[in-house]
C-alpha cells in the first residue's frame, strides 16, 4: 500500500512536469521572461539652441527620472501594511509633490514600474539616496533583531534613470524666442516648439533583467542607443537682445503699460538680431510665471500701427508718381470726409505743408489728401493702397513659421467701412504684429525689396555638420528710387526741428524714423481705450543697416505719444547695435528736404 501511495505521488509530479516542461512550457517560459525582463526608455539628448555666435541660450544637463517597482511596496514584500503611504510621505517634499498623487503610483496593481517625476536635478536624487542609505541600515538592525518578518526600508523600491533637464542659462532673456520645454519633455512654446522635432532626436531603448527592482549585471541586456537632437544656431545676437530687452523693460516698467516690444532686424539679410519683450518670464521656473506671459507679445499680439503705417501710404503714392516729396498740400484744422470729421493729434492752424511735410509732421489729414490721389475715385484709390499694403507683408504671415504668430487683420478694399477708407491711410483700422512692423522699415532700407525674416541661422546636427538655413524669399515692393526718397523723408521726422522724431537722434549718425500713436482696442471690452505708442526707423539712413522697431501698449504714466517714449528707446538700442556691430558712422551730411511751403510761391 505504502509502494502504491508513493507511485500515485510520484505520477503526479511526473504529469505535472510534463504539463511545465513539455505541453506549457512556452507559455511559462514567457511569463517568466516577462516578469525577469524590463524595457526603459533611453531619453535623447535635446539639441542646443544658441546664439548666432554660438553662446548657449538654451541647453541640457545631467538629470534623474526618480522611478519606483510597486511590487515593491506591497505587504507581502515590504512586510509593511502602508508601505506606499509612508514612502510618498517621505517623497512628496523632495519632489515636490502631492504625498496623496506619489501614494497611488506606488500602489499600483500588478505594476512593476512607475515614474514618480521627470528630469531631477542631481541634488534631489542625493538626496533620496542618502535617506534610502539611513532607512536601509535602520532596517538591517530590525532584521538582526526580529529575524525576517522585520519591516524592511519602505523606500528600497526607489530608482533612478539617466535623463536630462532643460535650463536656461540666461533666465529670461529671449524667452519669448526660445519658449520652454513642457513637463514631457516636448517643446511647450516658442523655437522650442517650432523645432521639436529637430531639437528632440530619437529616444532609445534598453532591456534587461533585474531582480528586485535592481538591473542584474551578468545577465543579457539589448540595447538601441538614443539618437541626440539637432543644436539650432539662431540669429539672434545676445548681447543686442540684452540691450532691447532692458530698454523695454525700463520704459513699461515707467510708463506703467500693459507691455512693449522690441525688435531690431538686419535690413540687408533680413536677420532678426533681437525680438524683446516686456513683461517677460524666466523658463527656468514656469511655476512663478504668469501665463499670459508666456507667449511672444511681439509676434502674437494684433494692434493698430498709427503713424508709423504712413510710410507705406507714402510709398505708394510716390510709385504711383501721385506727388513727389515737395508737393504742395494745404492742411486745414478738420476735414470733413464721408460720416467723419478728420483732425490731427494737435489743433492747429491751417499748415501748408509739402509732401514731405506731411510725414514730418505726421499729418493724419495730409496723409488723406495725398492717398486720395491714387485714383479717379475714393474706391480705385483703395484697391491701390491695398495692392502695396499687401505686398509689404500686411495681412500676411511673416515668414518666421513661429506658432501662434497672428498675421493681423487687413480687410478686403470692398469691405473697407466708410472711415476705413480714410483711416487706413493713418495706420487706424487694420492691424500688425510688431514683426511686420519692423519688416516694413527693412524693406524701404534695403532699396524697396522685402526679405521675409528668419530666425534661424542653420542647424547642427550629431554627425558636426553645419547646415545654413535657407535662403529667404525676396519680394519687390517699391523701386530702389521710391525707396530712397523715402529714407530722405524719414531724415526729416528726426532732423528737422517741425519733426516728431527728435528725440531719436545718435550723434554721428544720420537716422530715418517715423513716431506712432494709435488709438488702441482694449482687448477684454473690444472698444478703443489707450493708445499703442511706436517709433520704428533704420540708420545709418545713406548706408541702411539696421532696423529697429518699439512699441508699447496702454501707457498710463506720464506721456503716451511715440516719439516721446519710444524713439529714446529706438536711440538706446540702435546706438548699442551700431557699436556693438561695429558700423561706422556716416560719411557725409544729408540735404534736407523742405517740410513747409509759403502760400502764393
Not at 541634488?123 to 522585520?150: C, H, Y
Not at 517677460?280 to 498709427?306: H, I, K, V, Y
Not at 495730409?366 to 483703395?382: D, F, K, S, Y
Not at 558636426?464 to 535657407?470: D, E, N, V
Request: aromatic letters at 6%; proline letters at 6%.
Amino acid at each position: 500500500m505504502v509502494s502504491l501511495g508513493l507511485t500515485l505521488v510520484m505520477l503526479v509530479f511526473v504529469v505535472r512536469l510534463l504539463q511545465v516542461q513539455a505541453v506549457d512550457a512556452s507559455a511559462y517560459t514567457a511569463k517568466a521572461e516577462k516578469n525577469r525582463f524590463t524595457s526603459v526608455t533611453l531619453a535623447a539628448e535635446r539639441g542646443e539652441i544658441t546664439d548666432r555666435a554660438g553662446v548657449a541660450l538654451a541647453t541640457s544637463v545631467d538629470a534623474h527620472d526618480i522611478t519606483a517597482d510597486p511590487k515593491m511596496f506591497t505587504p507581502e514584500d515590504s512586510n509593511v501594511a502602508d508601505a506606499p503611504e509612508q514612502a510618498a510621505a517621505l517623497l512628496a517634499p523632495i519632489l515636490d509633490k502631492e504625498a496623496e498623487t506619489l501614494a497611488r503610483q506606488l500602489s499600483a496593481p500588478k505594476s512593476r514600474f512607475t515614474v514618480l517625476a521627470h528630469r531631477q536635478t542631481p541634488q534631489v536624487w542625493n538626496q533620496i539616496s542618502d535617506l534610502k542609505t539611513v532607512l536601509a541600515e535602520k532596517a538591517e538592525k530590525a532584521r538582526s533583531a526580529k529575524g525576517a518578518k522585520a519591516p524592511a526600508s519602505v523606500l528600497a523600491g526607489v530608482f533612478q534613470e539617466p535623463s536630462s533637464k532643460r535650463v536656461y542659462p540666461n533666465g529670461d532673456l529671449a524667452a519669448g524666442i526660445l519658449g520652454y520645454v513642457n513637463a514631457a519633455g516636448h517643446g511647450g512654446g516658442g523655437v522650442e516648439s517650432m523645432l521639436d522635432g529637430k531639437l528632440s532626436g530619437q529616444d532609445g531603448e534598453i532591456t534587461y533583467a533585474h531582480s528586485g527592482g535592481r538591473r542584474v549585471p551578468t545577465a543579457d541586456s539589448e540595447e538601441t542607443p538614443a539618437v541626440p537632437g539637432t543644436d539650432i544656431e539662431l540669429t539672434i545676437d545676445r548681447d543686442i537682445q540684452w540691450a532691447a530687452q532692458r530698454a523695454i523693460a525700463d520704459q513699461v516698467q515707467k510708463s506703467q503699460a500693459d507691455r512693449g516690444y522690441v525688435i531690431v532686424q538686419n535690413t540687408r539679410t533680413g536677420e532678426v538680431l533681437a525680438m524683446a519683450n516686456a513683461p517677460g518670464f524666466d523658463p527656468n521656473d514656469l511655476s512663478q510665471t504668469d501665463g499670459a506671459r508666456m507667449g511672444n507679445a511681439a509676434l502674437q499680439d494684433a494692434f493698430e500701427p498709427g503713424s508709423t503705417s504712413k510710410v507705406m501710404s507714402m510709398a505708394a503714392v510716390l510709385e504711383e508718381k501721385a506727388a513727389i516729396p515737395g508737393t504742395h498740400v494745404t492742411v486745414p484744422n478738420r476735414l470733413h470726409r464721408g460720416d467723419r470729421l478728420f483732425k490731427d493729434d494737435i489743433d492747429h492752424p491751417t499748415w501748408y505743408l509739402t509732401l514731405n511735410g506731411v510725414l514730418a509732421k505726421s499729418s493724419n489729414i495730409g496723409t488723406i489728401l495725398a492717398t486720395g490721389q491714387l485714383g479717379r475715385t475714393q474706391p480705385e484709390a483703395n484697391r491701390v493702397l491695398h495692392s502695396y499694403l499687401r505686398k509689404f507683408g500686411i495681412g500676411s504671415p511673416s515668414g518666421l513659421g513661429y506658432p501662434g504668430e497672428t498675421q493681423g487683420i487687413l480687410a478686403d478694399p470692398k469691405d473697407w467701412s466708410t472711415s476705413q477708407q480714410y483711416t487706413i491711410p493713418f495706420g487706424q483700422g487694420l492691424s500688425v504684429n510688431a514683426m511686420q512692423a519692423a519688416s516694413v522699415y527693412s524693406t524701404i532700407a534695403n532699396g524697396g525689396v522685402r526679405i521675409e525674416p528668419t530666425l534661424v541661422r542653420g542647424t547642427q546636427g550629431p554627425d558636426g555638420l553645419f547646415t545654413p538655413a535657407a535662403a529667404p524669399k525676396k519680394t519687390r515692393v517699391v523701386s530702389e528710387k521710391t525707396a530712397k526718397t523715402l529714407a530722405t523723408m524719414l531724415e526729416s521726422v528726426v532732423f528737422d526741428e517741425a519733426g516728431t522724431g527728435t528725440k531719436a537722434r545718435i550723434p554721428g549718425y544720420r537716422v530715418a524714423g517715423k513716431t506712432g500713436t494709435a488709438n488702441r482696442v482694449d482687448p477684454v471690452t473690444g472698444r478703443y481705450k489707450g493708445y499703442t505708442a511706436s517709433f520704428a526707423g533704420f540708420a545709418p539712413a545713406d548706408d541702411p543697416q539696421i532696423t529697429v522697431y518699439c512699441a508699447i501698449q496702454n501707457p498710463t504714466e506720464g506721456s503716451y505719444f511715440g516719439g516721446q517714449i519710444c524713439g529714446p528707446i529706438y536711440k538706446e538700442v540702435m546706438e548699442f547695435a551700431l557699436k556693438s556691430l561695429q558700423v561706422p558712422p556716416t560719411g557725409r551730411k544729408s540735404d534736407p528736404l523742405p517740410v513747409e511751403f509759403t502760400p502764393g510761391e
